[in-house]
């Protein structure tokens, strides 16, 4: 068999899931480096996965022959990762968000294609069995056609510096909300035309970040080229747990995904107190399934130099919405989609 | 509108709770007085109702017209206030268990006959829209043919003394799986023939109970005339809520009554608690609407003289399981129905 | 016992509603007559309920001795029979939407307060079990501080024409939200300042309604006074239920309030349908405790002269919020709701 | 690293799942070959697989260098294939039930501890997190002291005639129910002493299945040495889904393990059908988790060749339970089970 031969950009906590995953459940993938500014980190992973550490995506390209990189740094480092990778022939699978600017994502997508290599964008939600279970029902017109959809990220854990910051992040909508902006255009089948965006900061607040434009919550309404409406909502820090579901309504029916409850637990030890179900606690745990499923197919399309499932332009319509929703908080009005946004 | 004036036996939780129903959302009945020998709560329930009370059902019958009587005392006392009560023409509800023998049973079937007056047995379970909703569905075939069922009732609060003791009651399976011996004969259209249980005192032995034969859990096998077999499980007491379930397994699917889950309330907190939702607390809330119908039911039976919706049969059929099961774990062997037992 | 007679102004689906819970449920309530312009559907009701019925809220007055009057006919006629019934003396329950105008709204309010009689506002919700459950858990503090709202209503049922044209109602905000608009204020212990909304009209254009402003799908995203924020979103008809939840995250907790399942009941016939249960599937049904309650809350205040527990102001409230709401998707840009409305 | 080289035993059903999580989710070991006497299906999923086939273990032995067997064919054909690998040195994972009499299961034990070699038994719950989680809360006393506990497992699919004959199986008890007979000690920390069985052939004899002693439901009664009492029950076929679940009533508590409804989806189409969510539809979906890290847990103590955590004493009490349960019904009494049953 012939295995892909990974090098991981990125030794935090979405690094760590992404090479546990390929380390444990891709026989088809194996992990050649590990890459990390903060060596310590790096040199950390890479004892744990058996392979080289490296300081610099540069360093590795030089001295260890690999296939991909798989790129789970701060936003604001993926343009420059992506575009030296597929400018050294590597495939690319990079995590969400895709970018700080639609111009960002942009160079990467053609980086990628002039270098004939696979730009794969982090939407593991799309392979995470429910919601693909949800997308082929709608898709057989089992809730006729869609009216409204209702998308919602909640998370524990004060997010890190750099994602409070505009500028290096595009905040909270982009850190956390992203995969439900992706999730309601695959889910709808088709763009959205309109956002408009309240945000709050509340905890953030409580807890003393000071900073310009932090919001920890945000409330959005979408319309889509169908006509349809929607929601996202976002809230982080959610401490209660790790929270993901969308719903949606069409002329035919209601369709939910995902609940509150996670292991198939309940607990009564008094009347006063009722009955306890554990929730989901984390991101790696929750969307476990997902996560796995889309490092396989990152591997199966890189390997066969097929089309990836999840492509820049998907990665590139989050950033536009997610910006999109920033101005209009930020202007007080309803943006339009097609207006560029510099 | 012609109003049943109804006499009320037993000035406890259970009279209470008849006492609320038939007051506040009965229009078609009365409550003409109430009869306890502890007059202390005769008095004080009469006076929040606005009635009389008597220290006798004798003294009620001679002093207070009246229609009908709902007998809600212990259970050894049932034969001769129904007896009494059928003898001076007056219609009789009955809580459950009907008596404490298949002969005292026979006794007030006998005397309801002969005077030509209604005797309905306080299986309120029969009027739990759950539950009806559930039975219409057995009946119409949508689960096939029953082939097993499951009916558990756990309940918290300790129970009287005198329902400890076999010869003034039958015990737990009598006082609180009464029901579930009835809701499984009522369910699956057909008798109960053979008998196994197995009983445990644990919680009482914990709390010093110590009264030859008390048990407070229990497990009981059964036989259907149909060819099923079933189970039904006591606790008692469950301070972890009130819990009455059911589920049926048919040649063509499956049936579950109730949840643990009460109110449509869920609240999270914290990760590590996980999701808390509330329980049924008490059978006067799990079971408020099955015991408002159901003495809307009697005062309808009652003022037409029809047939009662539960009859004596069936309070007689259940009282005749219970005590098979009892025998069955004190001999240590399955029993099989129709044999007598003295 | 004192009783209050009341005359039904409405013999449609939702005074039949109120007569019902009045006529059965409460004691100190007593049905005097029924109001309709339709004469049928007035003589009707009232020879259900053996009353009298009139062509008229004049007539009522002249005619029968009573004491309040339950309005439950179409929006634009609120006004003008409140401030009739109240320059009569009797008092008034009013169902929602409390008006077509704020200026209506307090109209009403100086007619009941100069007639020195009661006016309540028919948002029952307040008095449903699981939502008084969550307000009071909400004010203990169980969840902290309220960050985000989300409440939702979706019905069966195409509404009536006038309830189509924003000139006789406020459309679907107005007839189907109105409960929402008012849940959040009361949930949230603060008033709402903005709104913004975006309307569809989807499986009404598919029926051929084709009048203008007629929308049959919303999305609403709030901001709170505390700097909270959230959503309303409404579907009418959504075939598949009647469908009323609220999700509230705060600083320290999430609380759902609701679930799409109705009766604890579950079935399987086969694997490939998987396992249902019976939903909410009426208005009446799905908050039948809550008009129950409600009904009993508007005989005590009525009989005692007190305050009501939802007043005019609450009414006044939500008009002026739908309002807001609906300015701002005919408009195309967020409301703040200290602005005149005219 | 050191693989463990495993021959396949059994390319059925089970087989194949086995071997599914083998290749592609246990790193640590590696399929070396598969044996079925049916030597299609062995080729089949050999060739699958990319490895040799066998016509019989001792062919396997004889040809292929290998550490361990995985043996997953029909009951009556353990003993012999497990005494046979030990006797080469192999180690020994073995499906449920281990055998047909605890004879069998005590020369397969002393096969192996006469070799050195590990042997493990399949009981995979004990790998399902949610039993692993229900376990550690027992253990950390949060439902105090266990007092009942029930236990079903109903299946889909009619059972391969072997599995029909008490004399190559001991029947649905032994096939379907050996999970619930070792979870139940496993879960309570304590021995059955005493079982009552009532068994039924009701869809088997619709569908003209006419074996001696077969039967399609069963429902047991349990008492343990703590004092506790419960009940297993079993139907198969059940065609309405796989399900398997278990509660236990403890002196603080209440504990459910397990839930008809599967993945977190829910869509309701019109309210006469009501809200459907999918149900588990099959045993190695189901219990997936568990399969995967029981194989895991396999290869790690094999490879060290540590203490297997399921013990051929656990598969022995097993056999021996079922045993007494179904002398329970043949012979119409409880069996207490320290009885030598020959």
């Not at 040199?43 to 260890?64: K, N, V, W």
């Not at 854990?157 to 505009?166: H, S």
């Not at 088709?190 to 408009?196: G, L």
Request: aromatic share 6%.
């Amino acid at each position: 068999m012939t295995v892909l031969q990974v090098v991981l950009a990125g030794a935090g906590r979405a690094g760590a899931n992404h090479a546990l995953h390929l380390a444990e459940h891709v026989p088809a993938a194996s992990i050649a480096g590990v890459v990390d500014s903060d060596s310590d980190s790096a040199r950390a992973l890479a004892e744990q996965l058996g392979c080289a550490a490296h300081g610099s995506l540069e360093e590795a390209i030089e001295r260890t022959p690999f296939d991909a990189v798989v790129i789970a740094t701060p936003t604001f480092t993926h343009r420059d990762l992506a575009v030296t990778a597929a400018a050294a022939g590597k495939h690319v699978f990079c995590e969400k968000p895709m970018a700080i600017t639609e111009r960002e994502c942009d160079e990467m997508a053609e980086a990628a294609e002039r270098a004939g290599v696979v730009l794969q964008v982090g939407f593991m939600r799309r392979f995470q069995p429910e919601f693909v279970a949800a997308r082929r029902r709608i898709e057989a017109g089992e809730i006729g056609d869609p009216m409204v959809i209702k998308s919602l990220t909640r998370g524990p854990g004060l997010p890190p510096p750099w994602a409070w910051d505009l500028k290096t992040s595009n905040g909270m909508l982009a850190e956390v909300n992203s995969h439900d902006f992706d999730c309601v255009r695959w889910l709808m089948g088709c763009e959205i035309t309109r956002v408009y965006a309240e945000t709050a900061n509340l905890k953030g607040a409580q807890r003393g970040v000071d900073v310009a434009d932090f919001y920890d919550n945000a409330v959005v309404t979408l319309r889509f080229a169908s006509g349809a409406v929607g929601t996202i909502d976002g809230t982080c820090p959610a401490d209660y747990g790790y929270d993901a579901r969308v719903e949606i309504v069409g002329t035919a029916g209601l369709l939910q995904i995902g609940e509150v409850r996670g292991e198939a637990l309940l607990m009564v030890q008094d009347r006063e107190t009722g009955a306890v179900s554990p929730v989901h606690r984390t991101w790696p745990e929750r969307f476990e399934a997902g996560y796995r499923a889309q490092m396989r197919a990152f591997a199966a399309a890189a390997l066969s130099g097929g089309a990836p499932p999840v492509t820049a332009a998907d990665g590139r319509a989050a950033v536009h919405a997610v910006r999109a929703a920033n101005r209009s908080w930020q202007e007080g009005r309803p943006i339009t989609l097609d207006q560029v946004l510099v």
